[in-house]
């Protein structure tokens, strides 16, 4: 992964989920290792993260 991201909901401390292109996850207080993910994995979990995630409408 060249590039990482993390999410504008993050606070800004050291204490964040990042996540790059290639599909990968790190924390970035471990930014030296990562868990690739394939894309099926992936748009799983987002879908269940969407799931369970509370409504903002």
Request: aromatic share 4%.
């Given at each position: 992964m060249s590039?990482?991201?993390k999410s504008s909901y993050s606070a800004?401390?050291?204490d964040?989920?990042?996540v790059g292109r290639g599909i990968?996850?790190?924390d970035s207080k471990a930014p030296?290792?990562?868990?690739p993910?394939?894309?099926e994995a992936w748009t799983a979990f987002l879908?269940?993260?969407k799931a369970c995630a509370p409504s903002t409408r």
């Open positions: 590039t990482w991201r800004s401390g050291s964040c989920v990042e990968g996850i790190r030296a290792s990562h868990l993910v394939n894309r879908g269940i993260v």
